[in-house]
């Protein structure tokens, strides 16, 4: 059973960044796509950023092309999520997730459906 953890999130002022780390036990981490995805109060929870098991391809939400970057290492079982240029509409819930386990795929998701592990979550908050 893998298990996620997601930390780094917190209270920042706009144009502040902030780097979300995810830290995945129990499987093998290496072989899995990761997703980020953020829900805010009273939305749907949403796609930002995805990253397939070699670390080559990523996907990233329109909202977030340009600021946000993904990362992974597999050695230590973590992906990353640098958000740059903060904005008070990118508060939210941020929870990182592993999708399916399969290396042939080449495509990464934007369904959460396609998503099997989630973490806890990590609350980022955008505020002047």
């Known amino acids: 059973q893998v298990h996620l953890v997601e930390s780094g999130g917190g209270l920042v002022q706009p144009g502040d960044s902030l780097t979300l780390s995810c830290e995945a036990s129990?499987?093998?981490?290496?072989?899995?796509?990761v997703g980020w995805f953020r829900q805010a109060p009273g939305k749907e929870r949403e796609f930002v950023s995805g990253i397939l098991w070699n670390g080559v391809v990523t996907e990233y939400a329109d909202s977030v092309k340009g600021r946000f970057i993904i990362t992974r290492d597999n050695g230590a079982n973590m992906a990353y999520l640098r958000l740059n240029s903060l904005q008070p509409e990118d508060t939210a819930v941020y929870y990182c997730?592993?999708?399916?386990?399969?290396?042939?795929?080449?495509?990464?998701?934007?369904?959460?459906?396609?998503?099997?592990?989630w973490g806890q979550g990590t609350q980022v908050t955008v505020s002047s």
């Open positions: 129990g499987g093998v981490f290496k072989y899995y796509p």
């Open positions: 997730a592993l999708g399916k386990l399969d290396r042939t795929i080449t495509i990464v998701s934007r369904r959460p459906e396609q998503y099997s592990y």
